[in-house]
């Protein structure tokens, strides 16, 4: 089986992860994959080798032993953790937001970081969360990129499940006006004004461009759960892209192959990429359930320090390879997402 038709079984199964794998070279390595899988995606804004990353999406990918669908999460940005000390790049222990964990591990040498290497200190502080011991594959997703992967699919269709008001765009998708105090400051938190782009909601599927769905899953002001909301939102997307790839033909993946680029960055542990898509090609697209996890705001006084989940009986579910039955004899746990 070729490179070509390697990827063309990644895109029929591998969930979130079809262009990651597609990207990620062919390696030596075991011929199969057995057991429960958890698999770490994070997403970043378009960064260059000279700027840290921060993880602002981080969603866990846990497929059971016997393949029976998948399961969504999000672990908040805004997480209040402790991330390990990380020799290859210098950083000591500290208590911090999860999504800084990507970019403390991340440096490579003054002014270069690599997100690739950010992702193991990300997947350490995640599996401390978490109680996963060590997850089995992971990529990194530049929004960007992953914009270019929703054009060459033509766009996507998703339920729009509450009204959502743009902070970044115009009713035309250009960038709103910066207020003049903040035009030349970037340190602003909410530096737009003027006319926003509205998403009103529908119970019936909507067509968005690609910038309106990246626009649409990066929003949270103005929300009422604000990041919780905005991480169904990011799941819902995410599985609107899942269900469009399991129905596409090979000419459209071969575009959505070349539009994600390098972009991607995949790391598959110790199995080589056609393991992982022969793997992979056995989970059902349509077998996906999201779910989002209960949390708190953390105060200091007034001032806010981060997220709070609590969790841990779920956590031990996806270590225990029990997800399933744990929704059904807990259903009041966690939430998972309507299944649109």
Same mark, same amino acid.
């Given at each position: 089986?070729?490179?070509? =038709? ?6 029929? *199964? %591998? /969930? ?6 597609? !990207? @990620?070279? +062919? ?54 953790? =402790? ?6 790049? *210098? %950083? /000591? ?6 999504? !800084? @964990?990507? +970019? ?237």
């Amino acid at each position: 089986m070729g490179p070509l =038709r390697h990827r063309l079984c990644v895109a029929a *199964g %591998s /969930l979130l992860l079809l262009p990651a794998l597609a !990207a @990620a070279p +062919a390696t030596a390595g075991p011929a199969s994959i057995d057991g429960p899988l958890n698999i770490l995606l994070a997403g970043i804004d378009p960064r260059d080798a000279h700027t840290a990353p921060l993880a602002d999406t981080i969603i866990v990918v846990h497929i059971p032993a016997n393949r029976s669908g998948a399961f969504l999460f999000s672990l908040p940005r805004d997480l209040v953790v =402790r991330i390990p000390g990380f020799a290859k790049s *210098g %950083s /000591l222990p500290q208590r911090a937001k999860i999504n !800084a @964990a990507m +970019a403390l591990g991340s440096r490579v040498a003054e002014g270069r970081y690599d997100p690739a290497q950010g992702l193991e200190l990300l997947a350490r502080t995640a599996g401390q969360v978490t109680g996963i011991a060590a997850f089995d594959a992971g990529a990194v997703i530049d929004f960007g990129g992953f914009q270019d992967v929703v054009a060459a699919l033509g766009g996507v269709k998703m339920v729009i499940d509450q009204d959502v008001v743009s902070e970044h765009r115009k009713p035309d998708g250009t960038p709103r006006d910066r207020l003049p105090q903040c035009r030349s400051n970037h340190d602003c938190a909410r530096p737009y004004t003027g006319e926003q782009k509205i998403y009103p909601k529908s119970d019936n599927p909507v067509r968005l461009k690609p910038w309106e769905a990246l626009d649409f899953v990066r929003q949270r002001y103005g929300l009422p759960r604000s990041d919780y909301d905005r991480q169904r939102h990011q799941r819902q997307f995410l599985t609107a892209v899942v269900t469009k790839l399991s129905k596409a033909g090979p000419s459209r993946l071969r575009r959505v192959l070349a539009a994600a680029g390098d972009s991607l960055t995949f790391s598959g542990g110790r199995h080589s990429l056609a393991a992982w898509a022969d793997e992979l090609r056995r989970v059902n697209a349509a077998d996906v359930t999201t779910v989002g996890l209960p949390g708190t705001a953390v105060f200091d006084d007034s001032r806010y320090l981060g997220e709070s989940v609590d969790a841990a009986p779920f956590f031990t579910a996806v270590a225990t390879d029990r997800v399933a039955p744990f929704l059904i004899d807990h259903p009041g746990a966690v939430t998972p997402d309507p299944q649109r």
